[in-house]
């Protein structure tokens, strides 16, 4: 089984500021990969970041980053320069091991951006 | 590519009526997804499929919710009778099946039963 624990039910930060959402999550498996989605109004899931849980390196995506501890079970999501158009929901999720790649969300974060 | 495409983007319907969504994968995507969002329970999946073979359909909350995948590029979610209680946003999502893991979500179909 796999769960995605998001603690944060909302954060705000001003715009060009710097931000971080929290995740934290459980699983057996020992190969998974991890994600941050973006929902904005329009309801439209869109992919922010992945990681593969082999990789130590955290990976980037122009301003946005992870960091990914695999021991503490932890991926939060930092948003560099943040801007009008990032405000959304935000989801962590996990895919993982031999399987079919079955998603589990958490329970998601509203990020309000203040100009 | 036009994406994971879903019908109808909204859908209001009387309780008891029967309800079918539509999904159309991406081509070559070999694994589609069914998730519904209420603000209740979050994101949760329904069913998958895997080569259009049902996988896990655990997430199904009672007989009165189908899913069928007759090829892989048409999959549809039937719900007979509708209630109330199921009023959400129904998500497609389909996935090429293998390394790197990269899913790809239909715009949702947004079910009000009254």
């Known amino acids: 089984a796999q769960t995605v624990t998001q603690s944060q039910p909302e954060m705000s930060v001003q715009e060009a500021e710097t931000v971080t959402l929290s995740c934290t999550y459980d699983?057996?498996?020992?190969?998974?990969?991890l994600f941050w989605y973006k929902q904005p109004p329009s309801r439209q899931m869109i992919l922010v970041i992945r990681q593969e849980a082999y990789k130590q390196q955290n990976a980037t995506e122009n301003r946005f980053s992870v960091n990914f501890q695999k021991a503490a079970k932890s991926f939060s999501l930092k948003i560099s320069d943040s801007q009008l158009g990032d405000a959304a929901m935000y989801f962590c999720?996990?895919?993982?091991?031999?399987?079919?790649?079955?998603?589990?969300f958490g329970q998601g974060t509203i990020l309000t951006v203040h100009p | 590519d036009a994406g994971v495409i879903q019908s109808p983007r909204h859908e209001v319907t009387e309780m008891g009526q029967e309800v079918t969504l539509r999904c159309k994968p991406i081509?070559?995507?070999?694994?589609l997804f069914w998730y519904r969002q209420t603000m209740m329970r979050g994101l949760e999946l329904l069913i998958y499929f895997n080569n259009n073979v049902p996988i896990d359909d655990s997430g199904m909350p009672e007989d009165r919710f189908s899913a069928k995948m007759p090829n892989a590029s048409f999959s549809t979610l039937k719900i007979q009778p509708s209630e109330p209680r199921d009023s959400a946003v129904y998500f497609c999502a389909s996935s090429r099946r293998g390394k790197p893991y990269g899913y790809t979500f239909g715009s949702g179909t947004r079910l009000t039963v009254v």
């Open positions: 081509s070559g995507h070999n694994s």
């Open positions: 699983t057996s498996e020992s190969d998974y990969y």
């Open positions: 999720a996990i895919a993982g091991g031999t399987s079919y790649g079955k998603l589990t």
